[in-house]
């Protein structure tokens, strides 16, 4: 019976995954209200209601601000970009062949070849990718935009009243595991907030350094780069990956293979100044998440879900990884403190700081 039971249950999650994506978004937007609202709630002691009306506010100025300043030269870049990429890939093309052709172990591959379209089918394959993962979403009798205002009105009910919803969670478990799920679901609020400001600052930063980065080095585009640098932040590892790459394939066509070195130099240092200094500073004090699984939570999540499962693939893994760490090494193991201290907070308090309240007898 608890396998029959168990086995529906997974078949109901696969059946609303798509619901359960749009509620941890929900999740993550009331995240970041919440933030917000209790830091002028804890700071100027106004109602909650007068703070949640103000951090919408005040973010709606904040990218109404931004949007009024770079939109306009941003969507003029990328209409240029767009419109000469035939061109752009053509050229690259030729670069690639022709310095291939030089060197005898690449003569009778398809680099040698200007007529391969090697190049131009990366891109397709990018782009191919994201068009099959993004049609569930975006297409279907306004799906898209229910959806959209389906995360907006849950994230200002979970913002406003958020012990309501964590106090439904624990009436739902025994009596006697109420204290660990308490402090999961505090961990896990902790943890989550921690990765939204983190996540936010991130992509400003690496979006301002690689606007001014490719400016100064005369890339084209560079606007376009850098808002798009910023937004594919939110992928680690892979988004690093296409951003870094992505402005030095439009300088290979160029043939300035000096300046193919210096865009890549340049994405190679923004990048590990976002790692090691921006959210190591917001991050110290919640979960450091092992790269290994990090990269492996997006390809799976990106495998099952598409583009969508790209954001939520690190948020998720960060929530999976306080649920292990109270429930099995805490309360199955009795060491979840120790394991904390020693692998998961590298730079939190040190071990022996744990006591008998800290740690299961």
């Known amino acids: 019976m608890a396998?029959?039971?168990?086995?529906?249950?997974?078949?109901?999650?696969?059946?609303?995954?798509?619901?359960?994506?749009?509620?941890?978004?929900?999740?993550?937007?009331?995240?970041?209200?919440?933030?917000?609202?209790?830091?002028?709630?804890?700071?100027?002691?106004?109602?909650?209601?007068?703070g949640l009306t103000a951090a919408v506010l005040a973010t709606l100025a904040v990218v109404a601000g931004i949007g009024a300043i770079i939109l306009s030269p941003v969507v003029e870049q990328t209409q240029a970009l767009i419109a000469g990429l035939p061109q752009t890939l053509t050229n690259t093309q030729n670069v690639i062949a022709a310095w291939a052709r030089e060197y005898p172990f690449l003569r009778n591959t398809e680099l040698a070849n200007p007529q391969s379209g090697l190049v131009a089918g990366l891109i397709n394959d990018a782009t191919t990718f994201l068009r099959g993962s993004l049609p569930r979403y975006v297409t279907g009798s306004g799906k898209l935009f229910i959806e959209s205002a389906s995360v907006v009105v849950m994230a200002l009910y979970?913002?406003?009243?958020?012990?309501?919803?964590?106090?439904?969670?624990?009436?739902?478990?025994?009596?006697?595991?109420?204290?660990?799920?308490?402090?999961?679901?505090?961990d896990a609020k902790a943890t989550l907030r921690a990765w939204v400001v983190a996540q936010i600052l991130a992509m400003l930063v690496l979006a301002i350094l690689t606007a001014i980065g490719l400016w100064v080095l005369g890339v084209p585009y560079w606007l376009a780069f850098g808002i798009f640098t910023g937004l594919v932040a939110v992928v680690p590892f892979f988004g690093s990956l296409v951003s870094t790459l992505l402005p030095a394939l439009f300088v290979v066509g160029t043939g300035d293979w000096v300046g193919v070195l210096a865009v890549l130099a340049l994405g190679v240092v923004v990048h590990i100044l976002e790692a090691n200094v921006v959210v190591p500073r917001i991050m110290e004090r919640q979960v450091s998440l092992p790269p290994v699984l990090t990269i492996t939570s997006v390809l799976v999540m990106g495998t099952l879900l598409g583009a969508v499962g790209l954001v939520v693939a690190v948020p998720l893994l960060a929530v999976v990884i306080v649920v292990v760490r109270h429930v099995v090494q805490g309360e199955i193991?009795?060491?979840?403190?120790?394991?904390?201290?020693?692998?998961?907070?590298?730079?939190?308090?040190?071990?022996?700081?744990?006591?008998?309240?800290?740690?299961p007898v």
């Open 158 to 186: 979970l913002a406003r009243q958020p012990r309501l919803y964590s106090d439904g969670i624990l009436s739902l478990i025994a009596p006697r595991h109420r204290p660990v799920a308490a402090r999961i679901v505090e």
């Open 333 to 359: 193991y009795g060491d979840g403190a120790r394991y904390e201290a020693a692998v998961l907070r590298p730079a939190a308090e040190p071990a022996t700081r744990v006591t008998k309240e800290t740690v």
């Open 3 to 50: 396998l029959f039971v168990a086995a529906l249950a997974i078949l109901f999650i696969v059946r609303v995954v798509e619901v359960l994506v749009v509620l941890f978004l929900a999740v993550l937007c009331a995240v970041y209200l919440s933030a917000i609202t209790d830091l002028l709630e804890r700071r100027f002691r106004v109602a909650r209601l007068l």
